[in-house]
């Protein structure tokens, strides 16, 4: 996962769609991320239906999935842990993320057989269970060609049969599947992924709908990060949920929001103009909200665009803060999305946008 991504078509999908529906309850869901220093024991998972734990490693030789020594005894308590608070919350193992060029390369290869797609799928299911996860979740950062988008098929289908077949033997209730994909062309092109197959084989698909400006792609001007609504130009949330309901084909009741619990700073050219698309002098990357917060200056809601931004002398940071997320959330309720998720849980402040979250969408 990069830290960072209307119902026109079910005519095209048939009622064997509904086969693999999703769980009734919406998903209020979150990452955690091994690489934060939020310890796994101070989650409130209270306010979540679902957490990822993030992430399982592909194997570049075996195609086997596997967790890091370094991360063995976190990742093998994190359902026992989180439920301590939350005895109803459901936890999903992920495997990937942003770990470009490399690890998309990595995934590409493994696909593109079906020895090595069986190597993976198995490898994935023992591990979720041994570790006692309720799911898996696919994080593929990108499939780009169409070879890609066939195996990627190929995979999610076999994977589907081995997760049904796996629980009908043991007995034991059916793995979730998910997958975090692009949450826009501004990403990753949506081309590349079949809608009604995804739809039909995991229970629901995180849209990444963040990062369509970071900071390092425009340096010279400061920008909405992640807009809800882009007034200026194509690419935004929005855009992002039509497109993938509209052209790729996914239904809007299977997906869910991504809401990035971080934002992205620049350098204000000049400290007196400081609002949305003020000229900078560069981009400096990424920031937690919990560090954008403890700045101290006073967040700008804008809503026309649906984000907020504060600065300080030449510092300025584009990011979501209570007022975007909480519309964010009654957007993603109001189109009936599936529910919505962040990354990354680490990044929050006291839980504040984790509770505006919640209380956005209710009960």
């Known amino acids: ?26 998903i209020k869901g979150g990452y955690w991320y091994n690489g934060t220093s939020l310890a796994v024991a101070d989650i409130n998972s209270t306010l979540f239906t679902h957490l990822f734990c993030a992430f399982a490693d592909l194997d570049a030789t075996t195609s ?61 299911i023992r591990l ?9 979740d696919l994080d593929w950062e990108y499939p780009s060609s169409d070879a890609d988008k ?19 033997s043991s007995g034991k209730q059916s ?25 039909n084989n995991f229970d629901f698909i995180n849209l990444m ?6 900071s390092d792609a425009y340096p010279t001007s400061t920008q909405p990060p992640a807009p809800l609504y882009n007034p200026r130009g194509l690419f935004s949330v929005d855009q992002g949920v039509m497109t993938w309901n509209k052209t790729v084909g996914v239904p809007l009741g299977k997906m869910a929001l991504g809401l990035p619990f971080y934002g992205y700073k620049w350098t204000l050219a ?29 967040p700008v809601y804008n809503s ?8 300080k002398g030449t510092d300025w940071y584009g990011y979501d803060d209570v007022q975007s997320v909480t519309a964010k959330v009654s957007y993603a309720k109001g189109q009936l999305l599936f529910g919505y998720f962040a990354w990354q849980v680490a990044g929050d402040n006291n839980w504040a946008l984790s509770t505006a979250a919640s209380q956005a969408w209710g009960a």
């Not at 048939?14 to 009734?24: E, G, M, N, Q």
């Not at 709908?209 to 970071?214: R, V």
């Not at 003020?278 to 101290?296: F, P």
């Open 1 to 26: 996962m990069a830290i960072a991504s209307s119902k026109t078509l079910w005519f095209l999908i048939p009622t064997v769609l509904l086969h693999f529906s999703p769980a009734k309850a919406a």
């Open 64 to 124: 086997n999935v596997t967790i890091a020594s370094s991360n063995a005894a976190r990742f093998s308590t994190f359902t026992q842990t989180v439920q301590a608070k939350n005895p109803s919350v459901k936890t999903l193992l992920s495997i990937g993320g942003g770990g470009g060029s490399a690890l998309a390369a990595r995934f590409s290869n493994m696909a593109s057989q079906a020895a090595t797609r069986k190597a993976f799928i198995d490898s994935s």
């Open 128 to 136: 979720a269970r041994a570790n006692n996860f309720h799911g898996l």
């Open 150 to 168: 066939s195996n990627f098929v190929s995979l999610i289908k076999e994977w589907r049969a081995a997760v049904t077949q796996e629980s009908r």
């Open 175 to 199: 793995l979730l599947l998910s997958a975090a994909v692009a949450g826009s062309d501004q990403i990753s092109p949506l081309q590349y992924y079949s809608g009604p197959d995804m739809a």
């Open 209 to 214: 709908t963040y990062d369509l400006f970071p």
């Open 270 to 298: 000049n400290s007196n103009s400081n609002g949305l698309f003020a000229a900078a002098s560069q981009g400096l990357g990424a920031v937690g909200y919990r560090d954008i917060k403890s700045v101290g200056a006073t």
């Open 304 to 311: 026309s665009f649906v984000t907020n931004y504060c600065s």
